[in-house]
């Protein structure tokens, strides 16, 4: 299964992880939406960006 990951937050003013984390999902800039596999180091990206994403089922 896949999960949909938007972009709803800005990274500006972001720690340094935070917005690398971002960049390794594919999202650059809010609105950004991208698909990932659901799987255990997907989940803890989405663990430590949580705040700034909104998650969905693919």
């Known amino acids: 299964m896949a999960k949909n990951i938007k972009l709803v937050k800005s ?4 720690k340094k992880d935070q917005i690398a984390t971002a960049q390794s999902l594919g999202l650059r ?6 698909t ?4 255990a180091q997907t989940q803890g990206k989405l663990n430590k960006i949580s ?7 693919a």
């Open 36 to 39: 990932q596999p659901d799987n």
């Open 29 to 34: 800039k809010v609105g950004d939406v991208t």
């Open 51 to 57: 705040h700034l994403i909104e998650v969905t089922e």
């Open 11 to 14: 990274l500006i003013g972001r």
